[in-house]
């Protein structure tokens, strides 16, 4: 079956009820859990950014805690899957600023860990890639918060503490 395109599906849902497109949203939703995260996100926390924020920096820590950290090939795969559940929020958002705060909670994360990343060339280079991720995204800024996460960055970098 080949999909429609966007323009298509949303001239078709313009001619929808109420409660017709309330049936579809749901219908929806029970199919991929990513399609029930993105409705509650917008649902429930799009309008409190910071909150959200929160939330998913708490999310991290507790990720990083559960690492199994008796083997490089353990870690490298506990890291990959937070940083996939990353950038899933992230795509939910769509604010540059969030990139920027989960991203750099990400690395901070990282570098607290023990054993160190700077012992896994595989880590160091997930860990560089996110760093040049934030800095990318930093560009995107308003000049005054480029500012603030500047200085953060540079401190996550110099490794005076996150």
């Known amino acids: 079956m080949?999909?429609?395109s966007l323009k298509e599906l949303k001239t078709e849902l313009s001619g929808r009820s109420q409660g017709e497109l309330l049936e579809l949203f749901l219908r929806l939703t029970k199919f991929?859990?990513?399609n029930k995260e993105l409705l509650t996100y917008l649902?429930?926390?799009?309008?409190?950014?910071?909150a959200y924020v929160e939330n998913v920096k708490i999310e991290i820590e507790q990720l990083f805690g559960q690492i199994n950290k008796?083997?490089?090939?353990?870690?490298?795969?506990s890291v990959r899957k937070i940083l996939r559940a990353i950038r899933k929020y992230i795509q939910y958002s769509k604010k540059k600023e969030t990139a920027v705060e989960l991203l750099l909670c990400f690395c901070c994360e990282l570098k607290k860990m023990?054993?160190?990343v700077e012992g896994n060339v595989v880590?160091?280079?997930i860990y560089n890639n996110q760093i040049e991720a934030i800095k990318k995204n930093i560009a995107f800024l308003h000049e005054d918060l480029q500012f603030d996460y500047e200085?953060?960055?540079?401190?996550l970098?110099?490794?005076d503490g996150c």
């Open 2 to 4: 080949k999909a429609a």
């Open 32 to 34: 991929k859990k990513e």
């Open 43 to 50: 649902l429930f926390e799009a309008h409190n950014e910071a």
């Open 70 to 77: 008796q083997s490089y090939f353990f870690i490298k795969k």
């Open 114 to 116: 023990s054993p160190s």
């Open 123 to 125: 880590l160091t280079n």
């Open 151 to 155: 200085i953060e960055l540079k401190k």
């Open 157 to 159: 970098v110099d490794g």
